[in-house]
């Protein structure tokens, strides 16, 4: 009996003893597990640093970088340059349409240029956004623009068109083209009542210098806004664009505009509202001028054409078939007596700004 006690009882003290050792190898399991937990957390911790530590440096090399590229792009009149550019396609090719405020050139860290610049129209004495004029530049590749005209009516082009009279076209009299009457316009300004301003659009039945065309609206209570210049369009090469109505024919062509000043390191100095008396000449020179300029600083969508024009301006001479003008409604209304303007295209209306 007792050697059946003694064995049953050493039977017992076996699992006892694979219990005590699972245990400690539990709580074995248990320390390694946190030790590694520990060693994952500070490894993604240093690496956490690491990367946070090297976003850093990037951060401040690329800080220093994009400084170190603005001050040269600034010292080096590139910037300057490059608004000059833009303004100055502006003012030659946008009709109606200028610059009323200083640029903002940014450059990236690829050392693009890229600016927009706000285009307005003048209504009266107001000055009314117009759209946005938007350019860049590869610090190896050639400018690039575009122009966004908006228009706040549904309905309606907010750029006027010309009609090319028949005697710049062809060089023959210029007595080839029918006057249009424009009762649609006449119509709706007689709809308008006497506390409102507009701008008008209107084209010759003759090619005239400008001087003769200024003359012709001195008598009336108007400001000459810009002018299109016939450049040799459909008679001498074929323009970017051309379109006819009937015996009606519209093209691209150059505007003439009181002249954008610059200093010699290109920032912007100065402009004017309208053509007069005191600005034409400098217009007029300004214009060739600033197409010689263009064409000097490289290619564009265009710059064949306009190389072209320049050389017909100054084989012939500056002729111009139409104009944008501003003033008060009643004023604008008379214009319809004049026999040599026709195809006339009301603008943008506002309230009573005038002097």
């Known amino acids: 009996m007792d050697e059946q006690q003694k064995s049953a009882g050493t039977r017992r003290e076996v699992p006892l003893q694979l219990k005590s050792w699972e ?6 399991l248990q320390l390694n597990e946190k030790r590694i937990r520990r060693m994952i957390w500070a490894t993604r911790f240093r690496v956490a640093r690491s990367v946070i530590a090297t976003g850093v440096m990037v951060l401040f090399f690329y800080l220093l970088y994009m400084a170190a590229v603005n001050i040269v792009f600034v010292k080096s009149d590139y910037n300057y340059k490059f608004a ?6 502006a003012n030659t090719h946008e009709q109606g349409l200028r610059i009323r405020s200083a640029p903002n050139v940014e450059v990236n860290g690829l050392l693009t ?33 575009r122009t966004d005209v908006e228009s706040k009516y549904w309905q309606g ?11 710049l076209l062809k060089g023959g009299p210029d007595s080839e083209m029918n006057r249009t009457d424009s009762a649609d316009t006449w119509n709706q300004i007689a709809h308008i009542g006497d506390g409102f301003v507009a701008e008008m659009g209107f084209s010759l039945m003759r090619g005239m210098q400008p001087e003769e065309l200024m003359t012709m609206l001195d008598k009336y209570d108007l400001t000459l806004l810009s002018m299109p210049v016939y450049a040799g369009e459909i008679r001498e090469f074929k323009p970017n664009f051309s379109s006819s109505s009937g015996n009606l024919i519209q093209v691209q062509h150059l505007t003439l505009q009181p002249r ?15 053509l007069g008396a005191g600005n034409i000449e400098e217009a007029k020179q ?15 969508n265009g710059s064949e054409t306009d190389e072209l024009r320049l050389d017909y301006l100054k084989r012939n001479g500056i002729y111009v ?8 409604i009643r004023e604008l209304e008379k214009l319809q007596e004049e026999e040599l303007l026709h195809e006339f295209k009301l603008g943008a209306v506002e309230v009573w700004n005038w002097h």
């Open 321 to 328: 078939y139409g104009a944008v003008v501003t003033g008060p």
């Open 113 to 145: 240029q890229n600016m927009k610049l706000n285009l307005y129209r003048k209504v009266g004495q107001w000055d009314i956004k117009e759209g946005e004029l938007t350019g860049k530049k590869h610090i190896f590749g050639p400018y690039t623009y």
């Open 84 to 89: 000059r550019y833009l303004i100055t396609m």
């Open 157 to 167: 082009s907010p750029s006027f068109s010309y009609a090319v009279p028949g005697g």
């Open 23 to 28: 245990g400690e190898q539990h709580i074995h």
């Open 286 to 300: 300004g214009l060739l001028e600033d197409m010689e300029w263009l064409l000097s600083e490289g290619s564009y």
């Open 260 to 274: 954008v000043l610059f200093n010699e390191n290109h920032s912007l100095s100065g402009w004017s509202t309208g």
